[in-house]
C-alpha cells in the first residue's frame, strides 16, 4: 500500500473549518496533531496509508475524537489541563498525547466517526413538516446510519424554528438553530413508528458507547455536549428501534413491506452518504426511487436528504416527494445543524 498523498495536510484542511465554524480549541488541536504527528508512528502510518478519500472518511474528526476521549480519561496530565482550560500549550498536551497513547489513538481512529447530532433534526423535522402540509398525513420513519438512533427521537425533541414552535414543547431536549429566511410551515408532525439501520448500532445503555458519543462532540461546543447528554437520557427512556444490518438490503426489505394507506412512508438520512461505496449509493437511491414510483396519494413517499455536495462545498437539505417526483432544494446548513439557510 503506498502513502496517500491526500491524507497529507487534512488535519490543517479540518482546522480551518473547525474554526470558521467556531471552534478555534479543535482547530488548535489539530494544527498541533499535524506538526507532531511522527511521534505516534502507528498512527501516521494510519493515515499515510488510509485506502480511501480522508476526507470523506473523516480522518481529522476521528483524531480529534481520540485526542477529546484521552482527556476526558485524564490522560496525559498535560493533555488533561490544556482541556480543562488551565495552559494553551497545545503543542507540548497533543506531543504528550501522541508519545503515550499512540496504540489507543491508532486504535479509535480504525472505527467510524458517531457523531449522532440531534441537533441536525431541526432540518430533519423541518423538511417533514413541510410534506405533511403536502400530504396531511402521519409518518413512519426509515433511517440510514442510524448510529445510536437519537434523530429517531425527533418527535420527542422541542424546537424553535425560524420562530416556529414545534415538536414536544417540554422536551428536555430543545434545539433553536439560528434561522435564515422564511420559516418553515406550521404543520404538526405525526410519528406513528420509526425504525433504523446501522452496520454497528451504538447502545446509550452502555458507558462506554455514551463516553465515545460525547468525545465526538467538539471540546468548545459545551452546549452541544449538554443537548447530546439529554438526548441521551431520552433515548434510555425511549430506546430506538434499530437494526444491525446493511443500509440497503434493510432498505430493500422496509420499501418491500406493504403500506397502510392513510400514511407517509419518510426515508431520512444525514451525513450518511459518504460512507457508503458508489454502488451502494446508487442502489440505495435507485431503492427509494422505485418506491416512489410504487406510491399513491393515499400511501404517498418523502426522501429526506441532508448531506454534504459532491464537492464537499456545502451541506444541503433536500426532500423528494411521491407521487409526484418533485425534488426540492429546501435549505442549506451547518454540517452539525447550528444554523439552517431555508430556502424552502
Known sequence: MTDNLAARGEFTRQADIARALGSPFVASVLEAGERHIRRAPRTAALIETWPGDPSAAALAMRFNAAIHALARRGRPLRLETLYKRQHDDFDGAIGAALDAEDDFIAHWMRQPTQTNEVNRAAAILSALMVANERFGLPFELLELGSSAGLNLNLARYGYDLGGVPAGTLGSTVQIAP??????????????????GVDLHPLDVADEATRDRLLSFVFADQPARAERLQNAIALAQRHPPRIARADAVSWLAEQLALPQDAGRCRAVFHSMVLQYLSDDDRKAATDLIAAAGARATPKRPLAWVSFEWTANRSEVQLWLTCWPSGEARHLATCHPYGAWIDWHG
Open 178 to 195: 439560528t434561522w435564515h429566511g422564511a420559516p418553515p410551515p406550521e404543520a404538526a408532525v405525526d410519528v406513528l413508528a420509526a425504525l
